[in-house]
């Protein structure tokens, strides 16, 4: 019997969904706690309806946006998620490259299972990609050095600190079933073998990593002082952390809840973009990830005050059925 197309981000779901294993499964799809956030993420964008006005030349359409010195193809970029390796075994290596074929740029988690020099390579050997370099204020502030001198001689343009993961969000489903990351994985980034991931609990190496007493005052001129790299925040809220990113003279933020994995019940990221928009513009650049799922919501995004949309969970599930 002959299997149906994949015609939307639901269906490559329900696709990956069925080839998955459950653990993996589970910790790609969940969220925190009740997993409120991860829900209202997607569910805001079906509080909007389009208004279309008619009788418009439509036949030469052009999607491209500006981003790091360059167009990209259209408004929508991959958001750098760790443990791709979970997904297939070229991980970052084939999302780099996806992400090159169709023209658009790609984030590189700091738990990704390739280097950034090997992900920047593999994506500029199909086209020009630019790639972000995604950090954490870490205990280990050599290591976080060597992460931003690699990553800048790779060819990132920018980094992603990512604010909102002092400590690794409560995941019911990762606790229940003590989630660890399969045998055979590594995190060149952070400097870990797969053996030495293996040493200690998932949950137990991220607190080993992050510092929790992370601050704009602390970081930002830090990272300033060490790279020529653009400074982005991933992460924010709210219109205050929007005002205080242009205060401390970051480039960008990122107005994330990390698809509702870390604090659960915070708003639906579609759902403070307003505010934050108005706070922003002109001053700061505006990006926006979580639960967007289809052209209708970047339009959506877009409209709303965004300049450019990021996806995580759609590219997992991409690369599990390829
Ligand atoms: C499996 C997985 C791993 C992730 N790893 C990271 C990470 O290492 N660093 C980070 O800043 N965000 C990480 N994220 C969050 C994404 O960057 C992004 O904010 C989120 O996936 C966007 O929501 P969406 O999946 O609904 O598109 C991860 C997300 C997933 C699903
Ligand atoms: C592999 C660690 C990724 C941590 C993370 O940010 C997440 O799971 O959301």
Not at 193 to 217: L, P
Request: proline residues 5%; charged residues 20%.
């Amino acid at each position: 019997m002959a299997t149906d197309k994949i015609v939307s981000i639901a269906d490559l779901q329900a696709a990956a969904s069925k080839i998955l294993p459950s653990s993996t499964r589970e910790f790609f799809n969940s969220g925190a706690t009740d997993q409120v956030t991860v829900h209202e993420n997607s569910a805001a964008y079906r509080k909007y309806r389009i208004l279309p006005r008619v009788l418009k030349d439509v036949s030469n359409v052009n999607t491209t946006i500006p981003l790091f010195g360059r167009d990209i193809a259209f408004p929508l970029c991959v958001s750098p998620a760790g443990l791709q390796g979970m997904a297939h075994p070229d991980g970052e290596l084939a999302t780099s490259r996806a992400c090159a074929k169709y023209g658009i740029n790609m984030g590189v988690s700091s738990y990704a299972n390739h280097s950034v020099e090997q992900i920047t390579t593999a994506g500029n050997e199909v086209a020009p990609i630019h790639h972000v370099m995604q950090l954490y204020s870490m205990k280990d502030r050599e290591k976080e050095k060597r992460i931003i001198r690699r990553a800048e001689a790779a060819g990132c343009k920018a980094i992603f600190l990512t604010a909102d993961s002092p400590v690794l969000g409560v995941r019911y489903n990762e606790v229940r079933k003590t989630f660890q990351p399969p045998a055979g994985l590594a995190y060149p980034m952070m400097e870990k073998t797969s053996e030495q991931i293996q040493q200690q609990s998932h949950d137990d190496g991220f607190k080993s990593f992050n510092d929790d007493s992370h601050s704009w005052a602390r970081e930002i001129p830090w990272l300033r002082s060490l790279t020529k790299m653009e400074i982005w925040i991933k992460g924010i809220l709210t219109p205050e952390d929007v005002e205080t990113a242009i205060e401390y003279g970051c480039d960008g933020v990122i107005i994330s809840n990390h698809g509702g994995r870390q604090l659960d019940e915070t708003p639906a990221t579609l759902d403070v973009l307003p505010a934050c928009a108005k706070v922003a513009r002109g001053r700061i650049r505006i990006h926006i990830d979580g639960g967007i799922r289809s052209g209708n919501d970047i339009f959506k995004a877009l409209a709303l005050g965004a300049e450019c949309c990021w996806v995580g969970r759609p590219m997992l599930w991409g690369l599990a059925v390829s």
